[in-house]
């Protein structure tokens, strides 16, 4: 190799808005087709190990998936006291899955992805995120995920909506009609969280989603993610919940789980929201005193 050909650098670039982009230093590239609803690739980078982007657009990391698998996933999972069966949408890389696993009530992973080949590219390239797929627990089906939903009723305690953004077959995962078809798929103390974009960037996706589910749901409520890799890097998750409020949680219901980066603190002060966040969903401002 020429000092020249050893200069040369690969980079993958996603255009998060029109003047807005996020770049990271690619080694190599280990997998990319054309499958039959997005262009997947993997690529191992030097900043945050292997990458899985759908249509040019980052959905996980090595380094920092945990950020949003764990919060994704503890925070409903705590909410509810005792989830036995989870159905996740989406969330074909396995990472969701393998965090649900964790909770020792948990006795049944539904995972329905609309993409087998992103589960199979998973499989074999990010072992560490989708290394739970296996698990007998855990149930795969490939099929859309909004007729899946609309055909279970008083099944699941919890529900996980991990899509891709709202374009093409994930259109439908970000309708009123569709969070109605959830409610009627949760059991009697059912929890369900979707994630919701950037409040930076996306700020009325975050208002529409909350006050759709806010009509819905008898408890809504918005947190946040920090995610390095995601646009904006703060992300919001919606929560709806029959019964149970996230932020009134018994000190005994924070099951003794390992984790990374959630906490008991953590999924408190992930609803204490920053102003423009907080201004968005204008119910869920706390009040001080009495
Ligand atoms: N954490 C990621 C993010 O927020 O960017 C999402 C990751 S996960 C890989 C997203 C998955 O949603 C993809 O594998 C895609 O195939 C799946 N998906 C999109 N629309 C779907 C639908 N209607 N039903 C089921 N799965 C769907």
């Given amino acids: 190799m020429t000092e020249a050909s050893k200069k040369v650098e690969m980079w993958f670039t996603e255009r998060q808005t029109p003047h807005l982009a996020i770049s990271l230093r690619v080694k190599e590239t280990l997998a990319r087709e054309t499958t039959p609803y997005q262009e997947l690739a993997i690529m191992e980078t030097y900043e945050f190990g292997t990458l899985l982007t759908l249509d040019g657009i980052v959905q996980t990391t090595v380094k920092d998936e945990f950020i949003y698998h764990e919060q994704m996933t503890h925070v409903p999972l ?49 072992p560490t995120i989708s290394c739970a797929l296996d698990d007998p627990r855990v149930e795969v089906r490939i099929e859309d995920g909004i007729r899946f939903v609309k055909e279970a009723r008083n099944a699941f305690d919890v ?65 946040t993610a920090e995610v390095p890799t995601y646009p904006g890097a703060i992300w919001a998750i919606t ?46 401002r706390p009040r001080f005193g009495r």
């Fill in 78 to 126: 705590h909410t509810h006291p005792e989830p036995k069966t989870v159905l996740v949408i989406g969330g074909g890389d396995g990472g969701i899955v393998r965090e649900a696993l964790k909770h020792p009530s948990v006795e049944k992973v539904v995972l329905v992805d609309i993409d087998e080949r992103v589960i199979e590219a998973c499989k074999k390239h990010l």
């Fill in 159 to 223: 529900i996980i909506i991990d899509s891709t953004d709202p374009v093409g077959p994930a259109v439908g995962l970000f309708t009123a009609d569709f969070y109605r078809a959830v409610l009627d798929a949760l059991t009697a103390e059912g929890v369900v969280v979707t994630q919701t974009e950037s409040p930076l960037l996306n700020p009325d996706m975050v208002k529409r989603v909350f006050e759709t589910f806010a009509g819905i749901f008898p408890i809504a409520r918005v947190y």
């Fill in 239 to 284: 929560l709806g919940s029959k019964v149970h409020d996230p932020l009134e949680l018994p000190a005994e219901r924070f099951r003794d789980i390992e984790t990374k980066f959630y906490t008991p603190w953590v999924h408190m002060r992930s609803f204490a929201l920053p102003r423009f966040v907080e201004e968005l969903v204008q119910e869920q």
